[in-house]
């Protein structure tokens, strides 16, 4: 059964990074992209984008676009999604996703790991 | 960028109740569109996807309908377990995926 497993939650300060993994199994990595999604609290879910780990190619949300960096390492099947120049509305919940495309039968995130909660406090 | 406008913002039903939670697109996304729900301390949970097809396990009370701007997800005889936040996504190739604002569903 395919299963996405996240890092554990970090506490960062201000203007710091975090990095959070997100490791596959169940199914063939190179396959499907992956996405990544955070929840602030009291807030909707976000999209922040997606790394397609056959080819390490990315698209990145507009928001996230000059602090984000999404990466794989297909030979452990992980997915690593870093955020830069923190502040306190970073603080959040992040997920990533399994992203399932097929033209004929749609666009779906069909597989979510636990979360990972970061929080960003001096 | 696609805009996706959810409505209501929150809901009140009773259980036995047909709800329906509608999601617009700010220009025509076909039937690219999947429905989430979301309970507090969990993972989101994928409902429906192409606007109509049902997920795999997803009880057959949830449906969902539309196409190009317009869509719903409809849930008949709402059950205690229900309660929670649902949320409508857009895919576009180009621009990437954006969320609707989430409509939260409470049991009366």
């Known amino acids: 059964q395919a299963q996405l497993v996240q890092s554990g939650g970090e506490v960062k300060k201000p203007g710091g990074s975090v990095k959070v993994s997100c490791e596959a199994s169940?199914?063939?990595?190179?396959?499907?992209?992956l996405s990544w999604v955070r929840k602030a609290p009291g807030q909707g879910l976000v999209w922040m984008g997606w790394?397609?780990?056959?080819?390490?190619?990315?698209k990145y949300a507009q928001k996230f676009q000059e602090r984000v960096t999404m990466t794989t390492d297909t030979s452990t099947s992980t997915a690593y999604m870093e955020l830069r120049s923190l502040t306190a509305d970073d603080t959040a919940v992040y997920y990533c996703?399994?992203?399932?495309?097929?033209?004929?039968?749609?666009?779906?995130?069909?597989?979510w790991g636990q979360g990972t909660a970061v929080t960003v406090s001096s | 960028d696609v805009q996706m406008t959810q409505s209501p913002s929150t809901l009140s039903a009773s259980v036995g109740d047909r709800v329906s939670i509608t999601c617009r697109a700010s220009?025509?996304?076909?039937?690219?569109l999947a429905w989430y729900q979301q309970k507090p301390g969990q993972a989101p949970k994928l409902l429906i996807y192409?606007?109509?097809t049902l997920e795999s396990g997803v009880p057959s009370r949830f449906s969902g309908s539309g196409s190009g701007t317009e869509f719903t997800l409809t849930i008949d005889s709402l059950q205690p377990d229900d309660s929670a936040t649902y949320y409508c996504q857009q895919y576009n190739s180009y621009s990437g995926l954006t969320f609707g604002g989430g409509t939260k569903v409470e049991i009366k």
């Open positions: 996703a399994r992203d399932h495309y097929d033209f004929s039968t749609g666009y779906r995130m069909d597989v």
């Open positions: 220009q025509s996304i076909t039937d690219w």
């Open positions: 192409k606007a109509s």
């Open positions: 790394v397609i780990p056959h080819n390490g190619n990315t």
């Open positions: 169940g199914y063939t990595f190179t396959k499907y992209g």
